[in-house]
C-alpha cells in the first residue's frame, strides 16, 4: 500500500536554529514529491516540486532534497513566521497523490 | 498558478442539514478535486470533480453523502447533506492546471457541525 510518513510530528526550534523535516515514502512508481506549506484555517500553499533523487529545489530559508526513499526540508536559520505546518506529498500519476500527516514547526523568537 | 476562491470562508451548522459549497477559479483548470482535512490530520480526497459528468469517489465517500457538480472549468460545488458532528472539518477544493502535475488549493471552507 502506498505510503508516505512524516517525521517529526512537531518541532519546535529557536530563532536561527536550522534544522531538518523528513518525508519518507514507500509508493510504486513516483512521478513527484510535493512541499506545501499550510498555515492554521488555511489551504495548503506550494512550496516545491521534486522529481528525481538528487534534485533540489530552494526557497528563501527553505531546500528541499529527494533521495529514493525519502525528502527533507532543510531550514536554515528559521524565523518565527516560519511557524506552520510542512506537508509533503507523493504524486504517482494518474493525479493520484498521497499525502502525509505533515510536520508541525514553531519557531520561538 | 491559478487564483483559487471558496465560498463560504466557515460555517456553523445544525445536525440533518446540508451546505453548499462553491469553488471558483479565475482559469480554465484541467482537474478540479474535494478534500477534507479533519482536525489535525492531514488531506483526505473525497472525489474528483468531472466537468460535465458524475464526480468519481474515493473509497468511504458516496454521492448521497457528498454531491459534487462542475458545471463548466472554473466551477465546482460540494454538498455536504445530512450533516453530522464527524462531519466537522476543513473542506478543500484545489485544481490542477494545463502542463503540470501540482495541485494548487484553496483558502478551504472551515464547517462545524452542532
Known amino acids: 500500500e502506498d505510503q508516505v510518513t512524516q517525521s517529526p510530528e512537531a518541532l519546535r526550534l529557536q530563532e536561527g536554529e536550522s534544522s531538518s523535516l523528513n518525508c519518507s515514502y514507500t509508493v510504486s512508481g513516483l512521478r513527484g514529491l510535493f512541499w506545501y506549506r499550510q498555515d492554521p484555517g488555511k489551504g495548503p500553499e506550494f512550496l516545491f516540486t521534486l522529481y528525481s533523487a538528487g534534485e533540489e529545489k530552494e526557497k528563501e530559508r527553505l531546500k528541499a532534497t529527494l533521495t529514493k526513499k525519502e525528502s527533507f526540508l532543510h531550514i536554515t536559520a528559521p524565523k518565527p513566521e516560519d511557524s506552520a505546518t510542512y506537508l509533503c506529498a507523493a504524486y504517482t500519476g494518474g493525479f493520484k497523490t498521497i499525502f502525509g500527516a505533515g510536520t508541525r514547526l514553531f519557531v520561538k523568537a | 498558478s491559478a487564483v483559487i476562491s471558496q465560498k463560504p470562508s466557515r460555517d456553523i451548522c445544525q445536525r440533518g442539514t446540508s451546505l453548499t459549497i462553491q469553488c471558483q477559479v479565475d482559469s480554465q483548470v484541467t482537474m478540479m478535486f474535494w478534500y477534507r482535512q479533519q482536525p489535525g490530520q492531514s488531506l483526505t480526497l473525497i472525489a474528483t470533480?468531472?466537468?460535465?459528468?458524475?464526480?468519481?469517489?474515493e473509497s468511504g465517500f458516496v454521492i448521497d453523502k457528498f454531491p459534487i457538480s462542475r458545471p463548466n472549468l472554473t466551477f465546482s460545488t460540494l454538498t455536504v447533506s445530512n450533516m453530522s458532528p464527524e462531519d466537522s472539518s476543513i473542506y478543500l477544493c484545489s485544481v490542477v492546471t494545463g502542463g503540470t502535475d501540482t495541485q494548487y488549493f484553496g483558502p478551504g471552507t472551515r464547517l462545524t457541525v452542532l
Open positions: 470533480a468531472n466537468q460535465g459528468s458524475e464526480a468519481t469517489y
